[in-house]
């Protein structure tokens, strides 16, 4: 098949922009389609993010200006589909781009005309509670940060034309048609939020103070309508009783959607714990039917939640709500556990809105001829979770189902491992490589000082003296040329710059402007062309930190501006040429475990055309998944193994060690060298460039309920057995099912996610196969997320009957006289009550294998969490990744998670591998760590310190040693040392010395 | 003792300022209450005048320039008769409105000049002193036409005024014509809002104050000070003072 090096991808939100970061950095050439002006989506609005409370503008912002200047990254913002043509490998895409009304080759993002701009209109970034302007960027820190012209509000007074000194309005720009050639689609448009309005008991829209979650995340956020304060809309006060509601829109078939909207329960705890955190004074309140904290370390967060935080849950769902006219203050009607109808009064209410599809879904079903499920999402099948029912076109986030960040970056990733399986053939074909003019040799010559000061239209010109700060610069040591620019970011500057490199000889550059953070790549990129060595550039930030933040005092904002110059020439006096370092790949994969997502990822790997081996410790492959007949999805899991275990075998580049173990690893990215052993102590030794943890978990075998002795007390996994065996006694008239056995306890406080589903399925399949037999449920919360949601409803209707108990009051099981007893004190009923019973299903969840995790874990120098999984990089963003680079992690290694989840970290592992693999060298940043052998005392202080397992001691030399090929450049290292003997390149502690000397002059 | 309205006339120089001279070299006779200042075009009128001359106590204000299509240079009675409705919606929410007036008179007629003169003069009689001079206790008219002067003075509400004309009358920079209707809803909003952004902005100069505080002092609902105290926080105008209880109290945190 002929296929096209290029993919476009819609939707820019955090899935899309995953996707769009991996596979470019894979070889491909990549189209970011996004309807609105920027890229960030719903996780640019987030204040916090649970369970980690990281603020989710610091950790998104970084990956989306990644993606705004990668070279091999198209954005197209602000654009639309209109037909689709052609098959996988080979899509024609004609497109929309509509007008922003501002050239945005030329737009500097400055600001101005926003600030200018007469009509102000609502911000719907901010949901609708703070104003914007018709010239607007959607968020301060927008990717592209563009500006752009709202042409339904704007009422062309020609005032943003006027002040724009770069040129950049163009009212008359017209909408562009394009047409792009891609070898492959992956759909990432997100979702839309539930509009409560038409739930009427609830009183939003009519009653000021009942905001939806999404507009209360605004409220949090520090860049949000009250910055910070929470404050209730109808007054300003701080809601000292405040109410969020469960499950609004979702859940509901009679009102609203049927299925869980699956993040609502950890959003609204988040939500309630950064309230209390930003506002002592409020005490919140969360109503809901379950706790679904079913994630990685979640059952923890609500813990924390309720304990430290003194979060009040009430299970209950409030059937309406009424407003006091006067105080505004909300009168909540609920149900309490004994069932008497109660009313308490709230000051605000938080209504934690489901997902749903979006709003365009059917559209894009009809253009990209792709399949919905039920609810209106995009179809997927569990065992492939990113196809969409069209070959080449992939699908990830909350179009496929309502799911967190994470889950979202696992998918992204995965669609994007997909792309890779699909495209590898033209891998490579359509990305731009840049060739560089040789370095120009400055050793030994003295700095000779360029400084560009930039006026940035008016931002620093109207507050700064620009041209007394050029005057001042040329008075500094070693500066030979100053020049200021009206934009010095503009692509006409950039050509001024390196001619003027040449014609001044320059061998230092200083930008005088805005944000490094921002900037500098594109600075240091035209140094480099002009033949200087990237690291040869400084920048002192005379915008955003000085001319921005003190308007009101010119002279003193001049003052810092000059001493801000003074500072950078002081450093750029003293800085050198850095090299990058560049490793050699080896172009092969290693697999750790051979479950259902150990094979999936090393057909990843394999059908890619990297050698593959996948290592398995048990004979037979399959892993955790052995003990499953069918899906909750009533999908076949046996015939899915066999065809996959045939898949693999039939795959000529892989290969397949069993019976094997890891005995020890070493090297590093690129450059593994794995020794294993096999059952009868023979050993292999194995080279790869990356490694694949995919150890799996197993079946917790229960001490509880007398599980060992009595054979009338059985696992799940044995109950499945039993039924597809057709050994399912028929002497069993009732059965006891029993939740989160060994599961959210105090030693093992997790959720082992699957239980839940496992004991539903199997529920429904007995009343399918007996409908006389009588089945409990014994629970604390049904965790029927997203779209299993069904089969809950299912069972319930099937007469399956479900009985809550709390944490505190397990159920007891009184054994007499070969008669079962359970006792039960359930919160629905009051008093305590018995059952008796033929047979106890006990739901026992997975475990981690913690003695091999305890070995395998420090051989790869990767970390384990407190429950004995292995702990990705970051949990929310980095969630198949290691710290230590070249290694990831997929599937129940990684923490319980059912087989379609696992099946999408695997696709996730392989493209998050691929960046790697597919590229001949990798190269390291040059600001990395470096040892004075001379004054290193071999103490170890630095290798305790480094979070990437980077610095090492040389057991010989007793001195540390810094792998370059991990070094992050972070500097924790050298602070921490006593004798000065680590530093770092380009943040010296000579430079940093100089920087803070310059200031006191 | 009968009530002598204090009244001033802000005349061009081409038409208004000669045809009052006409009526004086035809000695026709009008109340003496006038006094003219004058000006090249009807267009130079700041709204900053006429609230300047109101916070005096003046009990009217009178307008005159060129008829419509006659201004010597060639829009600034149109320019003018903009500023003036700006004015007077302002004027509305403290019921002044009626004190200030537009009127067009030519270089010949100098018997309407007289005659618009005399009227006015009338009416203003029957409106009585300006509540400015009529009481001691005038600090909140004060407060609010300083409110006015000032957001007058703003950079929104000089495009809207500077731009309004040709955006309904000619083209827009799309090459459309913007309805009037649409045009004046947008120009409602702000002046409505502008107002009372600076209103909250001047007040809270004074000392700290709660939604609840401005809501009730302004005459405002607290939904609407909320919104416009998340406006000027935003652009570092105020600022949270101090938290009293369950109730933020707001400073400004401008200098002057
Ligand atoms: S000159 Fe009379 S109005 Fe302009």
């Not at chain 2, 700041?46 to 299509?69: N, R, S, T, W, Y």
Request: glycine share 8%; proline share 4%; hydrophobic share 35%.
């Amino acid at each position: 098949m002929n296929v096209v090096g290029s993919v476009l991808i819609i939707g820019g939100g955090i899935g899309g922009t995953q996707a769009a970061l991996d596979l470019s950095e894979s070889g491909f050439k990549v189209y970011v389609l996004e309807k609105t002006t920027s890229i960030g989506g719903v996780m640019a609005q987030l204040d916090k993010t649970f369970p980690t409370n990281d603020c989710a503008m610091c950790i998104v912002s970084p990956k989306l200006v990644a993606a705004g200047r990668h070279p091999n990254i198209e954005l197209i913002i602000n654009a639309e589909i209109n037909e689709v043509l052609g098959d996988a490998g080979d899509f024609k895409v004609k497109l929309t781009k509509r007008s922003l009304h501002i050239n945005p080759d030329i737009c500097t993002g400055c600001g101005v005309c926003g600030q200018k701009c007469p009509v102000e209109c609502i911000d719907l970034f901010n949901e609708k509670m703070v104003k914007n302007k018709a010239t607007f960027v959607k968020y301060p820190q927008a990717v592209p940060l563009l500006y752009s012209i709202n042409k339904d509000k704007c009422i062309g007074c020609g005032v943003c034309e006027g002040v724009c000194k770069a040129g950049a309005v163009e009212y008359d720009r017209a909408d562009e048609i394009t047409e792009l050639n891609v070898g492959s689609i992956i759909l990432a448009p997100g979702f839309d939020e539930f509009d409560p309005t038409p739930l009427s008991p609830y009183g939003y829209g009519k009653y000021q103070n009942v905001v939806t979650s999404i507009e209360f995340e605004r409220i949090l956020s520090a860049s949000g309508p009250y910055s910070g304060l929470v404050l209730r809309p109808s007054d300003g006060d701080i809601p000292e009783k405040l109410a969020f509601l469960q499950c609004v829109g979702s859940r509901d078939p009679h009102r609203a959607n049927a299925f869980c909207s699956s993040v609502c329960c950890m959003y609204t705890a988040k939500e309630a714990v950064i309230a209390k955190e930003h506002q002592h004074q409020v005490n919140p309140t969360i109503f809901t039917m379950d706790i679904r904290a079913y994630g990685k370390d979640f059952d923890k967060y609500i813990n924390r939640a309720q304990d430290e935080y003194g979060i009040r849950y009430i299970r209950s769902r409030v059937s309406h709500i009424r407003e006091d006219p006067k105080t505004k203050n909300l009168i909540l009607t609920y149900e309490t556990a004994e069932g008497k109808i109660t009313n308490e009064v709230f000051n605000m209410v938080v209504l934690a809105v489901g997902l749903n599809p979006p709003e365009d879904a059917k559209k894009i079903a009809e253009i990209f001829d792709i399949k919905l499920n039920e609810y209106g999402f995009c179809y997927t099948d569990p065992f492939h979770p990113v196809e969409t029912s069209k070959l080449g076109i992939y699908v990830c986030g909350a179009f496929s189902a309502p799911k967190d960040i994470p889950e979202t970056v696992i998918q992204a990733s995965a669609a994007a491992g997909k792309v890779n399986m699909l495209l590898a053939p033209a891998r490579g074909t359509l990305i731009t490589k840049k060739e560089y003019p040789e370095e120009i040799d400055v050793r030994g010559k003295p700095p000779r000082i360029g400084v560009f000061i930039c006026h940035c239209g008016i931002n620093i010109g109207g507050v700064v003296d620009v041209p007394g700060v050029v005057e001042y610069a040329k008075t500094l040591p070693n500066v030979e040329y100053v020049e200021r620019n009206l934009y010095t970011c503009s692509a006409d500057t950039q050509t001024g710059i390196k001619e003027r490199i040449i014609e001044q000889n320059l061998n230092r550059v200083i930008v005088a402007s805005c944000t490094p953070r921002t900037h500098e790549p594109l600075f240091q990129e035209t140094i480099r062309e002009a033949g200087l060595n990237r690291y040869l550039f400084e920048m002192a930030n005379i915008r955003d930190q000085c001319s921005w933040v003190h308007m009101h005092e010119p002279e003193k904002a001049t003052e810092k501006a000059k001493d801000l110059v003074r500072m950078a020439v002081g450093k750029a006096n003293r800085i050198y040429p850095l090299k990058r370092m560049v490793l050699n790949m080896t172009h092969k994969a290693l697999i750790i475990g051979g479950g259902i997502t150990g094979l999936n990822t090393g057909l990843g790997f394999a059908k890619q055309g990297y050698e593959t081996y996948i290592i398995e410790q048990d004979k037979k492959l399959g892993g955790y998944a052995n003990n499953i007949h069918r899906l909750l999805e009533e999908k076949s899991v046996n015939d899915y193994l066999d065809a996959l275990i045939t898949e693999v075998k039939n795959q000529d580049n892989l290969k397949i060690y069993n019976n094997s173990r890891i005995k020890q690893v070493n090297g590093y990215v690129g450059n593994f060298e794995v020794i294993i052993e096999k059952e009868d102590g023979s050993e292999n030794t194995l080279e790869s460039g990356v490694i694949v943890v995919a150890t799996g978990g197993k079946a917790y075998v229960p001490d509880e309920y007398n599980y060992k002795n009595n054979d009338k007390v059985i696992t799940q996994i044995q109950l499945e057995n039993q039924i597809f065996e057709n050994k399912l006694s028929e002497d069993i008239k009732n059965i006891v099912m029993i939740q989160c056995v060994g599961s959210r306890n105090e030693e093992y406080p997790y959720c082992s996610r699957i239980c839940c589903a496992e004991a539903i399925k199997n529920a429904i399949l007995i009343k399918e196969k007996y409908p006389e037999k009588e089945i409990i449920i014994l629970y604390r919360d049904i965790r029927t997320y997203g779209f299993k949601e069904k089969f809950y409803r299912k069972a319930r209707e099937a007469g399956v009957i479900f009985l809550r108990f709390n944490k505190e009051q397990p159920p007891e099981l009184i054994e007499n006289n070969g008669i079962m007893r359970i006792l039960l004190n359930s919160p629905q009923m009051g008093e305590q009550i018995s059952m008796d019973t033929e047979l106890v299903v006990l739901s026992t969840g997975i475990r981690p294998p913690m003695k091999s995790n305890e070995k395998l874990a420090p051989m790869l120098k990767v970390p384990l969490n407190d429950d004995g999984f292995f702990l990705e990089a970051h949990v929310k963003l980095r969630p198949v990744d290691f710290a230590t680079e070249g290694v990831f992690l997929a599937g129940l290694a990684h923490s319980p998670k059912s087989i379609e989840e696992s099946i999408m970290q695997s696709y996730a592992a392989v493209s998050r591998a691929s960046t790697l693999l597919s590229k001949e060298q990798i190269e390291s940043e040059g600001t990395i760590a470096f040892i004075n052998p001379m004054k290193c005392s071999g103490c170890g202080l630095c290798v305790e310190t480094c979070s990437y397992n980077a610095v090492s001691l040389n057991e010989e030399k007793h001195i540390a040693e810094v792998n370059t090929a991990l070094c992050k450049g972070c500097g924790a290292c050298s602070a921490n040392c006593r004798s000065s003997a680590i530093d770092l390149l380009g943040f010296t502690n000579t430079q940093l010395y100089l920087v803070i000397n310059q200031y006191q002059q | 003792m009968a009530f002598k309205p204090k009244i001033v006339g802000f005349l061009c120089n081409w038409c208004s300022y000669a045809g009052a001279d006409l009526a004086g070299v035809s000695r026709i006779q009008y109340p003496p209450n006038i006094r003219i200042i004058r000006l090249m075009c009807s267009g130079r009128v700041e709204p900053f005048f006429v609230f300047e001359a109101l916070k005096q106590g003046i009990d009217g204000i009178i307008i005159m320039g060129c008829h419509p299509g006659e201004c010597h240079y060639m829009s600034g009675n149109y320019e003018a008769e903009i500023k003036f409705n700006f004015i007077k919606k302002m004027l509305n929410f403290i019921n002044l409105s009626d004190r200030i007036t537009l009127k067009w008179v030519s270089a010949s007629e100098g018997i309407r000049f007289a005659k618009v003169v005399t009227e006015f003069t009338e009416f203003i009689k029957t409106l009585g002193k300006s509540p400015i001079q009529k009481s001691k206790n005038n600090s909140d008219l004060i407060f609010s036409l300083t409110a006015m002067q000032q957001s007058m003075n703003n950079y929104r509400m000089r495009v809207l005024m500077g731009r309004k004309r040709k955006i309904t009358e000619q083209k827009n920079v799309y090459g459309e014509k913007v309805s009037i209707d649409e045009f004046e809803e947008l120009e409602n909003k702000a002046i409505i809002d502008e107002y009372n952004r600076e209103r909250i902005s001047l007040i809270l100069k004074k000392h700290p104050l709660s939604v609840k505080n401005l809501a009730s002092s302004l005459d405002l609902d607290e939904k609407s000070v909320l919104d416009y105290i998340v406006w000027l926080r935003s652009k570092g105008i105020v600022d949270v003072d101090k938290i009293q209880g369950l109730t933020p109290y707001y400073i400004s945190i401008q200098e002057d």
